[in-house]
Protein backbone atom coordinates (compact mmCIF):
# COMPACT_ATOMS: atom_id res chain seq x y z
CA UNK A 1 0.00 0.00 0.00
CA UNK A 2 1.42 3.49 -0.85
CA UNK A 3 -0.03 6.42 1.09
CA UNK A 4 0.09 10.00 -0.69
CA UNK A 5 -0.20 13.24 0.90
CA UNK A 6 -0.45 16.07 -0.91
CA UNK A 7 0.43 20.07 0.46
CA UNK A 8 0.45 23.48 -0.96
CA UNK A 9 -3.14 24.20 -2.22
CA UNK A 10 -5.04 27.37 -1.59
CA UNK A 11 -6.12 30.58 -2.71
CA UNK A 12 -4.05 32.55 -5.69
CA UNK A 13 -5.17 35.47 -7.50
CA UNK A 14 -5.02 35.64 -11.58
CA UNK A 15 -0.94 35.66 -12.70
CA UNK A 16 0.25 34.27 -9.21
CA UNK A 17 1.94 31.35 -8.29
CA UNK A 18 1.42 28.45 -6.35
CA UNK A 19 3.27 25.13 -5.32
CA UNK A 20 2.05 21.85 -4.28
CA UNK A 21 4.29 18.96 -3.35
CA UNK A 22 3.32 15.26 -2.81
CA UNK A 23 5.10 13.24 -0.31
CA UNK A 24 5.00 9.36 -1.09
CA UNK A 25 4.78 6.38 1.27
CA UNK A 26 7.03 4.06 -0.83
CA UNK A 27 8.84 3.93 -3.94
CA UNK A 28 6.87 4.30 -6.93
CA UNK A 29 7.87 4.65 -10.59
CA UNK A 30 5.72 7.17 -12.75
CA UNK A 31 3.78 10.39 -10.60
CA UNK A 32 1.38 12.64 -12.04
CA UNK A 33 -1.31 15.67 -10.73
CA UNK A 34 -4.81 15.40 -11.54
CA UNK A 35 -7.38 17.75 -11.07
CA UNK A 36 -10.98 17.73 -11.10
CA UNK A 37 -13.22 20.95 -11.33
CA UNK A 38 -17.04 20.52 -10.21
CA UNK A 39 -19.09 19.34 -12.83
CA UNK A 40 -16.13 18.01 -14.74
CA UNK A 41 -14.21 14.77 -15.37
CA UNK A 42 -10.92 14.52 -13.70
CA UNK A 43 -8.07 15.31 -15.99
CA UNK A 44 -4.25 14.39 -16.06
CA UNK A 45 -2.65 17.87 -15.84
CA UNK A 46 1.25 16.39 -15.79
CA UNK A 47 2.95 13.32 -15.11
CA UNK A 48 6.86 12.31 -14.76
CA UNK A 49 8.55 9.29 -15.09
CA UNK A 50 10.89 7.68 -12.32
CA UNK A 51 14.08 9.16 -13.54
CA UNK A 52 12.58 12.67 -14.64
CA UNK A 53 13.57 12.11 -18.02
CA UNK A 54 10.05 12.17 -19.56
CA UNK A 55 7.57 14.76 -18.79
CA UNK A 56 3.95 15.08 -20.15
CA UNK A 57 2.02 18.39 -19.83
CA UNK A 58 -1.71 18.90 -21.01
CA UNK A 59 -2.01 21.60 -23.27
CA UNK A 60 -3.94 24.05 -20.97
CA UNK A 61 -1.02 23.90 -18.66
CA UNK A 62 1.97 24.13 -20.88
CA UNK A 63 4.78 26.71 -20.27
CA UNK A 64 2.88 27.48 -17.13
CA UNK A 65 3.38 24.49 -14.65
CA UNK A 66 6.74 22.86 -14.20
CA UNK A 67 6.86 19.25 -12.46
CA UNK A 68 9.70 17.97 -10.69
CA UNK A 69 10.72 14.99 -8.91
CA UNK A 70 12.87 14.38 -5.73
CA UNK A 71 13.57 10.51 -5.45
CA UNK A 72 15.41 10.98 -2.41
CA UNK A 73 12.55 12.00 -0.06
CA UNK A 74 10.08 10.42 -2.68
CA UNK A 75 8.25 13.53 -3.38
CA UNK A 76 6.68 15.20 -6.47
CA UNK A 77 5.95 19.22 -7.24
CA UNK A 78 3.86 20.63 -9.21
CA UNK A 79 4.96 24.94 -9.48
CA UNK A 80 2.22 26.50 -10.72
CA UNK A 81 2.54 30.06 -12.33
CA UNK A 82 0.56 32.79 -14.10
CA UNK A 83 -2.55 31.06 -13.09
CA UNK A 84 -5.44 31.33 -14.55
CA UNK A 85 -9.23 31.25 -12.90
CA UNK A 86 -9.54 28.27 -15.27
CA UNK A 87 -6.93 26.42 -13.08
CA UNK A 88 -9.83 26.07 -10.40
CA UNK A 89 -10.29 22.64 -9.35
CA UNK A 90 -9.48 19.81 -6.18
CA UNK A 91 -5.73 18.59 -7.27
CA UNK A 92 -4.91 14.77 -7.20
CA UNK A 93 -1.44 13.58 -6.76
CA UNK A 94 -1.26 9.44 -8.45
CA UNK A 95 1.49 7.22 -8.17
CA UNK A 96 1.97 4.31 -10.58
CA UNK A 97 3.93 1.13 -10.44
CA UNK A 98 4.74 1.67 -14.38
CA UNK A 99 7.48 3.11 -15.24
CA UNK A 100 5.82 5.90 -17.49
CA UNK A 101 2.14 6.40 -18.34
CA UNK A 102 -0.34 8.81 -19.00
CA UNK A 103 -3.53 6.72 -18.69
CA UNK A 104 -5.63 7.76 -15.54
CA UNK A 105 -6.62 3.94 -15.31
CA UNK A 106 -2.79 3.06 -14.80
CA UNK A 107 -2.44 4.74 -11.87
CA UNK A 108 -2.58 2.53 -8.52
CA UNK A 109 -2.59 5.36 -5.34
CA UNK A 110 -4.20 8.64 -5.33
CA UNK A 111 -4.04 11.11 -2.65
CA UNK A 112 -6.71 13.00 -0.81
CA UNK A 113 -6.73 15.89 -3.00
CA UNK A 114 -6.18 19.87 -2.26
CA UNK A 115 -7.96 22.41 -3.45
CA UNK A 116 -6.64 25.36 -5.35
CA UNK A 117 -9.17 28.26 -5.97
CA UNK A 118 -7.71 31.60 -8.78
CA UNK A 119 -9.78 34.69 -8.06
CA UNK A 120 -9.66 36.61 -11.15
Known amino acids: QVHLVESGGGLAQAGGSLRLSCAASNDVYAMGWFRQAPGEERELVVA????????YYAHSVKGRFTISRNNAVRTVYLQMNSLKPDDTAVYYC????????????????WGQGTQVTVSS
Open 94 to 109: AASFRKSTIIKGEYDY
Open 48 to 55: IDYNGDNT
